[in-house]
């Protein structure tokens, strides 16, 4: 069976130029650690330095958030793809939005890494140090009628996060023609239910554990201040056009 993972294979040795250019990648991305084959799913780079949100989020925090952490989400989801065929033409996006579409014995994996692989890459994008950084336009116009602007909004999504039991997220969710805000547990998307996700407040200890320690508040608090709510509002212009 010809796969493009195997096409990409044949381009890059057949070809000096794309084998140099395929290396001069590999030294802005962490290579595939043993356990994980390439796939057709990749590690998108983050953006930005290690430090550049520093001191809210620490570089060595997301230096293991970015290489390891959702590393090995793309990595899993690639070896559950692997056992379900037809599924790696798709986006991230529609498999999670179908997930019954999904064969059974990969349907938990796929939930699990997919989602990581979803949320992990929501994440980084929506994160940037800037002064007084504010929703704008329709999404500042909805955020003022759904929740009272946008201070009542940061009480309300860092109070979901607080509540979050374990590992997972807190979500600002476009479902039903309507803002909302959400928690879901370990990796689940607001995909998988149909919403879709505009900002996501990674709350597993993974996210702060190394500068916060057990003072979730502290990193709310922090994260609430980088949040890029210029691509935030952006984003829900996209989808609510
Ligand atoms: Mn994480």
Do not use: C
């Amino acid at each position: 069976m010809i796969t493009r993972r195997n096409v990409l294979k044949t381009l890059t040795l057949s070809s000096g130029a794309i084998a140099l250019s395929s290396a001069a990648l590999r030294a802005q991305t962490p290579p595939p650690t043993s356990e994980s084959p390439e796939g057709v799913f990749k590690l998108p780079p983050l953006g930005y330095d290690y430090d550049a949100l520093e001191p809210f989020i620490d570089a060595e925090t997301m230096k293991l958030h970015h290489d390891k952490h959702h590393a090995a989400y793309v990595s899993k989801l690639n070896l559950a793809l692997a056992k379900a065929p037809g599924l790696e033409k798709k986006s991230i996006q529609e498999i999670l939005g179908h997930l019954d579409a999904v064969p059974e014995e990969v349907r938990g994996d796929i939930r699990n890494h997919g989602g990581g692989h979803a949320n992990h890459s929501l994440f980084w994008e929506t994160l940037k140090k800037s002064e007084n950084a504010k929703p704008s336009g329709e999404l500042s116009q909805a955020i003022e009628r759904t929740f009272g602007g946008l201070n009542k909004f940061q009480e309300q999504i860092s109070e979901a996060a607080l509540k979050v039991f374990g590992s997972g997220w807190a979500w600002l969710v476009w479902r039903d023609k309507k803002l909302s805000i959400e928690s879901t547990a370990n990796q689940d998307s607001p995909l998988l239910t149909g919403g879709t996700p505009l900002l996501g407040i990674d709350v597993w200890e993974h996210a702060y554990y190394l500068k916060y320690q057990n003072r979730r508040a502290d990193y709310l608090k922090a994260i609430q201040s980088i949040i890029h709510w210029e691509l935030v509002s952006e984003r829900f212009s996209n989808v609510n056009s």
